[in-house]
């Protein structure tokens, strides 16, 4: 097609009557009343809804035109086209044709924000001495065989971008009126041409804006661009030229950087303010829970996980109507078929339906993932879907409540690796697609920055609108890639649509788990998650009062040097024994015992010794953790780094050995924990110290008994009567 660019007779008397641009009305500060912003905009997508933002920011007039109309202006993500967009505002420049005043800025909205206000914007027009001045790119696009006609330019960018322009109207109105092709073709070749003719460019007085004083173009431009906080504002600078641009355009592949600085700019987030817009849009739940929007929770085993059993807890104990909740569990894993089982067992009727794919069904994650959004997108009264992994532990009860109240179409509470920077979001990408670090990830992270971030990657849990489902996510496969895993499809599929993902840290959520190293072949597996996952394990094994022994005096002395404090909790008490008993390998409670250096035992025990089950080095961890801060704190000046060669379950019972003879330990210190209950569990039992004459009688389960080892510490094991009596010893610093 041809796209050279004729000019009616009426345009060129019209040409001859423009005042000129040195006239006394150009010479004075253009009033902000007279100037209009135009933009064309089919549909109210999150990019143009944040254009609008930053234009009412502003106190700009903006009028929006061809919305709800079908968009003809092809894929222009993908080639040339968008002659719609000239063809809308050519009809909508005939009332403004010889308006000489009025000076009209035309910007695309959906990638496009205000960095200032008109005041600053008409200024630095009127400084150009132009009357027609467009945004500059150093990409010549759509036809690259056009650069050869292009004015060089000493410095600063060469070619002309249709993504923003600004001018008086009836030179505006001029440049439109030539345009008679159709809406596929290109909007900037149509100006490419105009201005390219030498004899046009100046009877319409047109420039480009070279240093990026008005627009800035992105693409290409990456490396120039930067934030620059100013006072309770934040701007982009243009390094290159040092100037400070009006308009920000992320045209090209630059969406998610222009993501990234509209999450600052013009006031979004500054360190004076904080979040400025983390309050806006937001909704408040009904006070009666069946008032409450329908959620459908999608959880997805997807490889061995710790603690699945405490997720389910959690699950159940979130602060969310039951009768308001669906749940869809994919569980590609045998040894957590239990956790499942027991959840629907005891829990699923207070739901209103749950449905579960098990490994029989040998569905692949990114089918069930697919599976889950449109069990939401076919229920009309399905709210919201929540996706979670099952790595994911939401500490916050109000986890849900809370994104459901900050009310975005895709938004993820931020969790991360505890005491690593790993979490659940990408705050840039590389330009194959995959991970880069932004300037502000870390803050995020840390929560040193906190607010509602738009980012271009989100995994492992998320909120995502109902209606968002069945209206611009209608696509059935939103997982599936050739290259891609699950949920980076998902995103990229997000992101091709137009929709923001955000990420919020206002709240403290929860973390992820590492499953790198899951242990399996135990019963219960969790214990030996010490040393991948130390914070979780303490939250399920030790005792909620350890950390206050000291401050709250908590820790006892019944005898001389003999101290008395909780470390363990019910639950970490019961999995030891069961495993032991799992075990089942007890020694036989003589004096020849193998398992030790020498082979023979003065004062033998019926036990199991922690290497036979592969707990040292998880034993050793837990001595050095929980019992050595203690003991530096119990005999000040003695420093241990908690070494042991033996440490060992014993097991006494009236008919197999109910006691055990005085003696010494071989030990520095030793470390004796109940692991069941007197009066409950067994009759009798406990600890004498023969020099001292005093008598331990009713260890309490979970509770250790600290004491010397050597020398001064001679003591026996007391009869048990009845029941079975566990405890665990450790013989530390030998």
């Known amino acids: ?78 080639t040339a086209g968008g002659g719609q967009k000239v063809r809308i505002l050519k009809e909508a420049m005939k009332p403004y044709a010889s308006a000489k005043d009025l000076v009209i800025l035309f910007v695309d909205s959906y990638d496009v924000i205000f960095a200032s206000g008109p005041e600053e914007l008409l200024k630095k027009f009127q400084q150009t001495k132009h009357s027609v001045v467009f945004s500059a790119e150093v990409f010549i696009w759509p036809n690259r065989h056009l650069e050869v006609k292009y004015p060089h330019v000493r410095d600063g960018k060469r070619f002309l971008n249709s993504g923003g322009f600004i001018g008086f109207a009836p030179n505006v109105y001029l440049l439109m009126e030539p345009w008679d092709l159709q809406d596929k073709d290109d909007d900037q070749l149509f100006y490419t041409n105009i201005y390219l003719d030498a004899e046009k460019r100046a009877n319409l007085n047109i420039t480009l804006d070279h240093k990026c004083r008005i627009f800035q173009n992105l693409n290409g431009a990456l490396d120039e661009v930067v934030l620059k906080f100013e006072e309770a504002r934040v701007r982009a600078r243009n390094l290159a030229y040092d100037t400070l641009p009006v308009i920000i355009h992320g045209n090209g592949p630059t969406k998610m950087q222009l993501n990234y600085l509209g999450n ?148 993820a509470p931020l969790v991360g690796r505890r005491k690593k920077l790993w979490s659940n979001f990408w705050g840039a990408m590389s330009v194959d697609g995959y991970y880069a670090r932004s300037e502000d990830y870390v803050d995020i992270v840390d929560r040193r920055r906190t607010g509602v971030w738009n980012v271009p990657y989100i995994s492992s849990v998320y909120l995502i609108h109902g209606s968002l489902l069945r209206s611009d996510l209608t696509k059935r496969d939103l997982y599936h890639s050739n290259k891609l895993d699950a949920d980076m499809a998902f995103c990229q599929n997000v992101r091709e649509q137009g929709i923001f993902m955000y990420v919020t840290n206002r709240h403290v959520f929860g973390h992820i788990l590492s499953v790198e190293n899951c242990h399996t072949g135990n019963l219960h597996n969790d214990l030996w998650q010490i040393d991948e996952n130390q914070k979780d394990w303490e939250e399920k094994y030790i005792h909620p009062n350890w950390s206050r022994i000291i401050e709250d005096k908590i820790l006892l002395q019944p005898c001389p040097d003999v101290y008395w404090f909780p470390v363990f909790t019910e639950r970490g008490c019961d999995d030891i024994v069961e495993e032991m008993e799992h075990f089942g390998q007890w020694s036989s409670g003589g004096n020849q015992d193998m398992r030790i250096q020498g082979g023979y035992e003065n004062v033998p025990t019926i036990d199991i010794h922690m290497n036979q089950v592969g707990y040292e080095k998880q034993w050793q961890k837990f001595l050095k953790e929980y019992i050595a801060p203690l003991t530096e704190k119990i005999y000040p000046g003695y420093y241990t780094k908690a070494l042991f060669d033996l440490a060992f379950i014993v097991r006494y019972k009236p008919d197999e050995q109910p006691s055990l003879m005085p003696h010494h330990d071989a030990s520095t210190f030793t470390v004796n924990i109940a692991l069941n209950k007197v009066g409950v569990d067994y009759q009798g039992g406990g600890c004498r110290f023969i020099r001292y004459n005093c008598s331990v009688q009713a260890p309490r389960k979970g509770w250790a008994l600290l004491h010397p080892g050597r020398l001064t510490h001679y003591h026996e094991g007391l009869p048990t009567t009845s029941g079975t009596r566990y405890i665990v010893v450790s013989f530390v610093d030998p």
């Open 264 to 411: 600052y700019i013009p006031k979004v987030w500054t360190f004076e303010t904080g979040c400025t817009e983390c309050e806006k849009d937001t909704i408040s739940l009904p006070e009666k829970d069946n008032k409450f929007p329908t959620v459908l929770i999608g959880i997805f085993i997807e490889q061995l996980t710790p603690f699945v059993e405490n997720f389910f807890e959690r699950l159940v104990n979130l602060d969310y109507p039951k009768e308001q909740l669906q749940i869809f569990i994919h569980n590609t894993q045998t040894d957590h078929e239990q956790d499942v089982r027991k959840f629907v067992e005891q829990h699923g009727d207070k739901y209103q339906n749950v449905k579960v794919i098990g490994p029989e069904e040998e569905m692949l994650n990114p089918d069930a993932r697919n599976m889950g959004l449109d069990m939401c997108r076919q229920d009309v009264a399905c709210d919201y879907y929540f996706n979670v992994d099952i790595e994911v532990v939401l500490q916050n009860r109000d986890a849900l409540k809370l994104l459901i109240d900050q009310n975005r179409s895709i938004l």
């Open 1 to 78: 097609m041809d796209h050279r660019v004729c000019w009616p007779i009426l345009s060129l008397v019209l040409l001859s009557q423009l005042p000129g641009c040195e006239g006394e009305s150009r010479g004075r500060p253009i009033p902000k009343e007279n100037l209009l912003v135009f933009t064309v905009a089919t549909k109210e997508t999150d990019g143009f809804k944040r254009f609008i933002r930053s234009a009412n920011f502003f106190n700009y007039t903006v009028k929006v035109l061809g919305m709800d109309e079908d968009w003809t202006g092809g894929d222009v993500a993908q």
